[in-house]
């Protein structure tokens, strides 16, 4: 037990929480804003107990963070009070061939059924993708904005998340000139909308 107090305070709480916000963002593979990364570090007591040590000075952690990925493969991006992690552009030049490479490939099953989600399912949020597939799709989603099959804008109802939509050119590729031309539209919808509304029950808190 000794042991255990000793290398707590031997623990420095700015990278302990540095760390927890490199994870968060890597998990979210979207921009996150420092008011949702407070929330989300307050669900876990140890990253209470850490955040109090510094006086819950979140950005002393995301400088620590900023200056860990210096020599690394990775970046901090900053707009306003939004952050996300994104390759550096040291390395873009490999990234640029990589994304190149990934275009040049046909579609994958998974990347097919996130297509088909969102065909389907439109405007969608990220996190309803996830549900139905049970894995994260952020990947799969950049891949599929790269290669101009969906766009991603700003939910209407809430400024802080995106929601993905069909292309034109997805759409001109498919030869439809609107989504509910698509076959058994009305019958898909039924059945998502039905999975998304059994999996929310699911997941309230039972009293």
Known sequence: MQDQDLQQENVSPVSEISKRIEAILF?????????????????????????????????LAIEDLRDSLNSRGLCLIQIGEEYALRTSPSIGGLIEKLQVEELNKDLGKATTETLALII????????????????????????????????????????????????????????????????NYEEVIKELNKFNEDFNTKQEPQE
């Open 27 to 59: 998990w979210k593979g979207e921009s996150v804003s420092k008011k949702d990364l407070q929330k989300l570090l307050a669900m876990d007591e140890l990253s209470v107990e850490f955040l109090s040590k510094i006086g819950d000075n979140i950005e």
């Open 120 to 183: 389907y399912k439109y405007p969608i949020k990220r996190s309803e993708i996830d549900n139905i597939r049970g894995v994260n799709s952020s990947y799969i989603l950049r891949n599929l904005m790269i290669r101009g099959l969906i766009e991603k804008e700003i939910d209407p109802k809430n400024s802080r998340i995106n929601i993905y939509k069909p292309s034109f050119e997805l759409l001109s590729h498919l030869g439809l000139t609107s989504v509910d031309k698509l076959p």
